[in-house]
């Protein structure tokens, strides 16, 4: 739990501006909480843009700065409603950036989420290759179907001749 110390340090002209720019809608909230739905300026990414001691900050992280504590460099912001728009302090986490990966909805975190290749066989450390030049970067290759496949095609090339690992390589 933060002090209060590490607070952004509040006033009413800085409340007055946060508020008149959240909208409040009663359908749409999270785990029974209300959104609070920035209508003032966004990124092109659609979180919610706010100018901030002269810097343009997400909202999100300003307001959870005033009303939790202020979120440190190389620690993320996480929605927890997955709503960019929502400014709500409460649908806020800070989290470390992997934590915020794997609870996102990404490429990379529904990969990161995957323990078995599509042939059923677990990705453990020894089933598995990682990032060859024949993998684009950070991908992963099951070896049990990589050598399936690969004694597949030795027969398809060597019909009647009995396979022996190790002897040829393709």
Known sequence: ???????????????????????IHPDVQHEGSLCWLWIGNRFKTGYAAYLFR????????????????????????????????????????????RENTERGNAPSAKNMRTTHCPKGHPYSLENTRHKSTKL??????????????????????????AYRPGRFTT
């Not at 007055?16 to 720019?21: E, G, K, L, N, Q």
């Not at 004694?151 to 060597?158: I, Q, S």
């Open 1 to 23: 739990m933060q002090t209060d110390s590490s607070r952004i340090p509040v006033n009413r002209k800085l409340l007055t501006d946060i508020f008149s720019r959240i909208l």
């Open 54 to 97: 002269g810097n343009n900050r997400r909202a999100h992280r300003v307001i959870f700065g005033v009303f939790v504590h202020e979120i440190t460099d190389g620690r993320h912001a996480d929605h927890l409603c997955r709503r960019p728009q929502c400014v709500n302090p409460i649908h806020v986490e800070d989290v470390t950036p």
């Open 136 to 161: 684009k970067n950070g991908q992963r290759a099951c070896r049990t179907c990589e050598h399936t496949q690969r004694v597949a095609r030795w027969h398809l090339k060597y019909p009647s001749a």
